[in-house]
């Protein structure tokens, strides 16, 4: 009977963990896509100086 209980508390929590990282995956997804989008206007920012300064000379 004891090991009944402690099987099934082993189960919930395994249970619970996945949902909790479920939830943690759909919260980064769109953070992880803002930082992306704002990486590559940066590098396209550094990009444009970059070609605007080579043309000057």
């Given at each position: 009977m004891i090991?009944?209980?402690?099987k099934n508390e082993r189960g919930a929590t395994?249970?619970?963990?996945?949902?909790?990282?479920?939830?943690?995956?759909l919260a980064l997804i769109?953070?992880?896509?803002m930082v992306g989008g704002n990486t590559n206007s940066m590098?396209?920012?550094?990009?444009n100086?970059?070609?605007t300064a080579m043309n000057a000379r």
């Open positions: 090991l009944k209980k402690l395994a249970i619970e963990y996945g949902l909790i990282i479920a939830l943690m995956v769109p953070a992880l896509q590098y396209d920012r550094i990009t100086q970059i070609v």
